[in-house]
């Protein structure tokens, strides 16, 4: 079951399961020296939120399988909020710090800002976007961007799956015993497995670098070979992956 842990008015959502598969690994995962040993790439993915809870996970793989290290979200108390303008700011940065520190991943891979989103929402959201940007600065930890759509089609194989279906493709993919909650913390998982098929897609095919002014073009292909890919991984899963 999942349920909130944290010090003074900031909660973090977690997994007891994972928490305790997290300690277990943990000496050879504080400092990010076993995945570079084992040829691994490390992604932290984040799911910036203007109201709700910012997800985030820890993806890495070895170029065969992915393996999910550590997720969950956090969510800053109203009074809190209403006490500290810059709360969810402060308690957003201090979160990605710590866990940049303790797992040194190789990229951090955000969700861009939805344009859709009217003028406040989308403010808000770009000043938590704007506080992830700098904690990955500070750290020297490369950033890649990709919008919902992008991450739907990578994962999911289809640009219009609702979040019941990125939870369950994402449990399937990682091969986690549980279906990863809240959904925040789901899709943070999947922007990093996003990031994860651009990466392997982008050095398999010889695809133009992030610095590229052919970064538009490329990007178009390399998702287009990563949804066909999840799509052709998904026939291979078992049966009863579906279940809750």
Partial sequence: ???????????????????RKLRAMKTAQAAGN?????????????DPAAAGPTGYGIVESDG?????????????????????????????????C???????????????????????TALRLAEVRGVVLLAAAQRGVAVYSYSPREVKASVA????????????MVRA???????????????????????LQVEQA????????ANSSDTAKAKHRIQSI???????GAAQLPANWRAS
């Fill in 1 to 19: 079951m999942a349920f909130f842990v944290g010090e003074g008015k900031t909660k973090v959502w977690k997994r007891r399961g994972e928490r």
């Fill in 34 to 46: 076993s995945a570079r040993e084992n040829g691994c790439f490390r992604v932290l993915g984040v």
């Fill in 64 to 96: 065969r399988r992915c393996r999910m290290l550590h997720y969950g979200a956090l969510r800053v108390a109203p009074k809190r909020q209403k006490e500290c303008l810059g709360a969810v700011l402060h308690d957003v940065h201090e979160l990605l």
């Fill in 98 to 120: 710590g866990l940049m520190d303790e797992f040194v991943p190789d990229a951090l891979a955000v969700e861009a800002v939805f344009t859709a989103l009217n003028m406040r």
């Fill in 157 to 168: 194989g289809y640009g219009q799956a609702d979040k019941r279906q990125m939870q369950r």
């Fill in 173 to 195: 993919l990682l091969e986690m015993s549980e279906t990863p909650e809240p959904s925040d913390a789901a899709d943070a998982l999947a922007i990093a497995l996003c990031h």
């Fill in 202 to 209: 982008r050095q398999r095919f010889g695809l133009p670098g």
């Fill in 226 to 232: 990563g949804a066909r890919t999840v799509v052709a």
